[in-house]
Nanobody
Framework: QVQLVESGGGLVQAGGSLRLSCAAS????????MGWFRQAAGKEREFVAA??????YYADSVKGRFTISGDNTKNTVYLQMNRLKPDDTAVYYC?????????????????WGQGTQVTVSS
């Protein structure tokens, strides 16, 4: 059974940092595109960042503040979030897609985690 489990969310003040983790199990995700998305209350799920092998992609809103990385030995993907803003408050989801195209489209992803809440206070 394929599982993606996010962790690392929490409450942080504006300007602070958090590191999210997404641990994958049930199969190897080598060669998959791994993405982070977020969904704020009352809004649609939006793309944050993605990684496939050594190639990374970022939404303009997080470029320069967030860094996505992966550890194939642990089958885990990370999202380091720095200089957090109240607008970053959302549930953050990890997804996996078996192709590189449409990396920013949540409807194209094959697997999802349950999400982890990130709240940034002003």
């Amino acid at each position: 059974q394929v599982q993606l489990v996010e962790s690392g969310g929490g409450l942080v003040q504006a300007g602070g940092s958090l590191r999210l983790s997404c641990a994958a199990s049930g199969r190897t995700f080598s060669g998959y595109t791994m993405g982070w998305f977020r969904q704020a209350a009352g809004k649609e799920r939006e793309f944050v960042a993605a990684i496939r092998t050594m190639t990374t992609y970022y939404a303009d809103s997080v470029k320069g503040r967030f860094t996505i990385s992966g550890d194939n030995t642990k089958n885990t993907v990370y999202l380091q979030m720095n200089r957090l803003k109240p607008d970053d408050t959302a549930v953050y989801y990890c997804g996996a897609r078996n192709r590189e195209s449409y990396f920013d489209d949540p409807g194209r992803y094959d697997y999802w985690g349950q999400g982890t809440q990130v709240t940034v206070s002003s």
